[in-house]
């Protein structure tokens, strides 16, 4: 094999660890490495002229951490918290320098893998997600999973 062919041929078949989610009918993968904790819903605080994706501050352990609505940046409609849901505190770098921030889910599914060589490309019609917000979409359980650009989405 060229060293090209076994560079793609390793990328194809890695597995990622991952935690799914839900929002609304959509599943979403979340790189296991950014998922610092899962909590129950706690208290907001509405933060003026801030970002419609990320209106409010929560409290986690003392730090504050800016609470983002995934629904608003993918053009889903908002809904009312049920028993399901769930914060899901993450991790990323924003300008070179870490940042927790919290993600409402309207569930959380389990911890589970994917692998790169179930990968499908993300279509260019019939989608109303914004292509760079997308790494990539896959398969699990026999349902398509989307595996959100987080860097992306919250900058």
């Keep these: 094999m060229t060293g090209q062919a076994e560079h793609a041929s390793a990328d194809?078949?890695?597995?990622?660890?991952?935690?799914m989610i839900g929002l609304g009918d959509e599943k979403?993968?979340?790189d296991a490495a950014?998922?610092?904790?899962?909590?129950?819903p706690v208290p907001v605080?509405?933060?003026a002229g801030a970002k419609p994706f990320v209106p409010s501050i929560i409290n986690v352990r003392g730090n504050i951490v800016p609470l983002a609505d995934l629904r608003?940046?993918?053009g889903m409609p908002l809904t009312d918290a049920s028993a399901d849901t769930r914060i899901v505190v993450i991790e990323i770098p924003i300008d070179d320098e870490p940042v927790l921030v919290g993600l409402i889910a309207d569930k959380?599914?389990?911890v589970t893998e994917i692998s790169h060589?179930?990968?499908q490309q993300t279509p260019r019609v019939g989608v109303n997600?914004?292509?760079e917000f997308i790494r990539f979409i896959t398969k699990w359980r026999d349902e398509f999973v989307i595996v959100p650009n987080m860097e992306r989405i919250l900058h």
């Excluded at 194809?12 to 935690?19: D, E, G, N, P, S």
């Excluded at 950014?34 to 129950?40: A, C, H, L, S, W």
């Design 72 to 74: 608003l940046r993918f």
């Design 129 to 131: 997600w914004k292509p």
């Design 117 to 119: 060589a179930d990968t």
């Design 45 to 47: 605080t509405k933060v």
């Design 12 to 19: 194809h078949a890695r597995i990622l660890q991952v935690v």
């Design 108 to 110: 959380v599914y389990e």
């Design 28 to 30: 979403f993968a979340l």
């Design 34 to 40: 950014i998922v610092r904790e899962i909590i129950d």
